[in-house]
Nanobody, 115 residues
Framework: QVQLVESGGGLVQAGGSLRLSCAAS????????MAWYRQAPGKQRDVVAS???????YYADSVKGRFTISRDNAKNTVFLQMNSLKPEDTAVYYC?????????WGQGTQVTVSS
């Protein structure tokens, strides 16, 4: 049973930074790609950033230049470094993994940016 556990969310002021972590129960090298999604109240869940098994990355236009996705294979963990945070970044952030035989989601971690 694959499990994804997020951590690192919290409350920050606009312009501040947070680093989110997603720890997987197994080797993240077994996943084709992993990603961070976010969902604000009343809004759809949208992809924020993704990273493939070979290291290719993708970023939503709204976070490009401010957020960085990375991984540590030895720790089976994917990170999302969020800088220059804006109030519109406020949402629940979810870790996602695609393993070829299915998709997996974490429980989410709340990020709140005050103005």
């Amino acid at each position: 049973q694959v499990q994804l556990v997020e951590s690192g969310g919290g409350l920050v002021q606009a312009g501040g930074s947070l680093r989110l972590s997603c720890a997987a129960s197994g080797s993240i090298e077994s996943f084709n790609h992993m990603a961070w999604y976010r969902q604000a109240p009343g809004k759809q869940r949208d992809v924020v950033a993704s990273i493939s098994r070979i290291g290719d990355t993708y970023y939503a236009d709204s976070v490009k230049g401010r957020f960085t996705i990375s991984r540590d294979n030895a720790k089976n963990t994917v990170f999302l470094q969020m800088n220059s945070l804006k109030p519109e970044d406020t949402a629940v952030y979810y870790c996602y993994a695609f393993g070829g035989v299915g998709t997996y989601w974490g429980q989410g971690t709340q990020v709140t940016v005050s103005s």
